[in-house]
């Protein structure tokens, strides 16, 4: 009987021995550098290239040259960090001020997150803001010649204006406005393309000159508006339309957002008492700037 124990014994030692060395064999086998008692393993490597854009991972993860490329950089980091511990680096009060506020940081960029995702804006409140919004979402498909100032003049404005209108005319009698841009235009963008400056929303121009630009037919040319520095002359390629819905739905939804945010964050400050000594910071403004 004790002979038979001790064979069971035996045979029970040599199971675990057996089984700690595959379990170290599985761990050895995912360890793919080792630094000093530090390793990096597959898996923190796959976190790391997790981390990246798909850009980047696309990249390093395209061949085996360009991983192992990804993979020094790694060993380098953790080395520099092993030299930096072992300086003490990181007790410095500098770093420690550093990891302060950077900690601050991730911290404040966490809620931000969590908030974002609470402010959840339905379809109907984007249809109903949409509804009672239209205008401000029109564009307008334009092209321009613009008329500068020409300080050589005897009398500058005199001068361009009546180039100006003589361009406008011109562009409105049927002559070709894409011709008299690459003639005649000193805006030195458009002038190679004829003029065509492509799709403007509103708010681009003074609402005196916006509300005539939005106003045009297909193919009409405006009288020359006035503006700093010269007249510009407009061409409506299109008549004003509304962009794709699924592009202004993105457009109001993160309106709404930031609304939400920014009263969400009006009332926090209102809980929390904020105070703004406004005639300190301007105090301090003078003296940074003297």
Same mark, same amino acid.
């Given at each position: 009987m004790r002979y038979m124990r001790i064979i069971i014994f035996m045979l029970?030692?040599?199971l675990i021995i057996g089984c700690n060395s595959s379990q170290k064999d599985r761990v050895d086998s995912e360890i793919i550098v080792?630094?000093?008692?530090d390793a990096i393993t597959k898996d923190e490597l796959n976190d790391d290239l997790n981390r990246l854009s798909l850009k980047q991972k696309s990249i390093y993860?395209?061949?085996? /040259?360009? =991983?192992s490329e990804f993979l020094q950089t790694r060993i380098n980091e953790k080395v520099l960090y092993k030299e930096a511990e072992k300086r003490g680096i990181q007790n410095r009060e500098d770093i420690q001020e550093n990891i302060d506020n950077y900690r601050k940081k991730l911290v404040t960029k966490t809620l931000g997150k969590e908030i974002l995702q609470e402010l959840d804006i339905s379809q109907d409140e984007i249809k109903e803001y949409f509804d009672q919004n239209t205008k401000?979402?029109?564009r307008v498909d334009i092209?321009?010649?613009?008329?500068?100032?020409?300080?050589?003049?005897?009398?500058?404005?005199?001068?361009?204006?009546a180039r100006a209108?003589?361009?406008?005319?011109?562009a409105s009698q049927g002559e070709s406005f /894409?011709? =008299?841009?690459m003639e005649f235009s000193d805006d030195v963008v458009t002038k190679k393309k004829g003029g065509k400056v492509g799709f403007i929303s509103r708010g681009r121009f003074p609402s005196e000159i916006e509300s005539d630009v939005f106003s045009l037919k297909e193919g009409e040319v405006t009288k020359p508006f006035e503006v700093d520095g010269g007249y510009l002359i407009i061409k409506a390629n299109r008549e004003a339309d509304l962009p794709p819905y699924n592009q202004i739905?993105?457009?109001i939804r993160s309106k709404l957002i930031n609304e939400r945010l920014l009263d969400y964050i009006n009332s926090l400050r209102e809980e929390w008492e904020v105070q703004v000594y406004e005639d300190r910071l301007e105090e301090m403004s003078k003296s940074e700037s003297k």
């Open positions: 029970l030692t040599s080792r630094i000093g008692s993860t395209s061949s085996p /040259e360009k =991983l401000d979402y029109e092209s321009k010649i613009a008329v500068r100032l020409d300080a050589n003049a005897e009398n500058p404005k005199e001068s361009a204006l209108e003589l361009i406008s005319k011109r /894409e011709e =008299l841009a739905e993105r457009t």
